[in-house]
RNA sequence: GGCGCUAUCGUCUAGGGGUUAGGACGGAAGAUUCUCAAUCUUCAAACCCGGGUUCGAUUCCCGGUAGCGCUACCA
């Protein structure tokens, strides 16, 4: 039974990354009859909130893709230590009594460079026996709980990664990694692996950061007598400049709902994702969600970073976006039938304080279905049905690509006589206009 | 610093020992349309560098360079 899952930690709003990689997964599992399972990594109470565990929601939902399972690794915390426990009775793991420090604190070039030296070990914790490490443990002593990589024998940990290829490293090369906290809490590696175990999670699809941590992975799932599941990383969504997305850095263009509220239709900016790091492989890019489903495959993925190319400050709202992910939502604005469009106008429009009928939303919308890029756009694009004084423009727009001002001047003065005396009704208009 | 991953037009990508290196977005020009948009046509635009293997490398191998990731009792 395929069973993947997509394991946001709620930390922040929902990032267009994440959304990928939660789009991939129940690409995967549509495409091939599997469950995708929604798990919210949560191990880490301090910088956990509930706006983020909103957001991701909120973002989601937008989606409107769906999920079969839902589980708070919070809530599981007890198969995580037993799991944990399991490890350590059988030796591969060991108490590091080491007092805690975080790796967030400023070190100097000097300490770097003795860290970096030393990052293999806490000097004589590997080695302390079981008998002084119980009695230890007994007294109260707070540690860690660490995994005893079987590095010095030559050993090498492997995995066949969809993507990336076969992947080999020396056991020499990867730390005594933390399984459980001084607090007792599971580490993200333990809490992941256990649940993974746990739920029968048969394919994980995540993001390449994770690629290197794979090889902790594969030890846990086997430390626990788990068959480790295949894995399959995704290239890194980045910035222009090849940096990664922060939101610091880059504003609200990384969050989903940005997206959702500029006007962007889900299935557009699904279909933009897509095209990030995948390919159908036959020059198709405007896509349904059916075709992307039964086009999708991990032979598709591609290996190397794709940059999202937005504005770095945006100066127009319109210019913020990739263009490409601007030209797609056209194009599925275009695919749309007018009464689905207008059902998607009508909310956008009132939310912009027009409270305006249902049925003249309808009449509006053939005429701006092929001029508008985002939903958004209808408000500048219909503006002049909807309010009663236009807001200021530039003269310079009146005057066609192939004239010139007077030429311009000219046309305007007479269509303001023909107006005058003209019927304001469709047809009389359009007929004096035409003949003037 | 150590370990690893990656490298095709500005961007997303296809391709692969011999190709006019294909498509798309964006850009430019034109057609069409009362205008704008849409649509259509055309154009410009790429195989990171150096070795090796080979009759022949953009493609395979090695090295370099660059970018990115991991190197936390974060995830």
Redesign the pocket.
Known sequence: MLRVRF???P?GFLHVGSARTFIFNRLYARHNGGTIVLRL????VE?NTDASVNSIFEGLRWLDLGWDEEYK?SERLALHRQIADAIFQKGLAYR?????????VQINDSEK?A??QT?LFNPGMRELSRAESDRRAAAGE???LRFRVPRGTGEQVRFTDAV??E?I??AD?I?D??LL???G?????L??CADDIDLRISHIIRG??????TYKHVLIFEGAGAKPPQFAHL??L?A?????LSKRRHGPVVSVTTYRDAGFLPEAFINFLC?????P?D?R?NMTRQELIDAFSLE?I????????FKEPAATPDETF???A??LN??HI?GLSIDDLSARLLPVVRAAGFPIAPEKMLAITPLIR??IKLLRDVLTAADFLLVDQLPPYDPAELI???GDAAMALKVLNRAQEVLAKTEFKHDPLDQS??AA
């Open positions: 394991a946001p930690s930390t990594d949560d191990t880490d910088r690794q590091d009594f080491t007092p805690a420090h975080t790796g967030a460079s860290a970096n990052w707070s540690f860690a990336y290829g992947q490293k020396s090369d730390e990694f933390a906290r001084s607090d809490m599971p580490t993200y590696h809490a992941s390449q950061d994770h690629l290197s941590n290239p890194l980045v222009p400049d090849g940096s990664k095209l990030l790091g995948w390919s492989k020059d890019e598709g591609n290996r190397a970073n794709a940059v999202i190319n990739d263009p490409k601007l030209w056209a194009e275009r092929e001029r066609p690509q192939k206009l035409r």
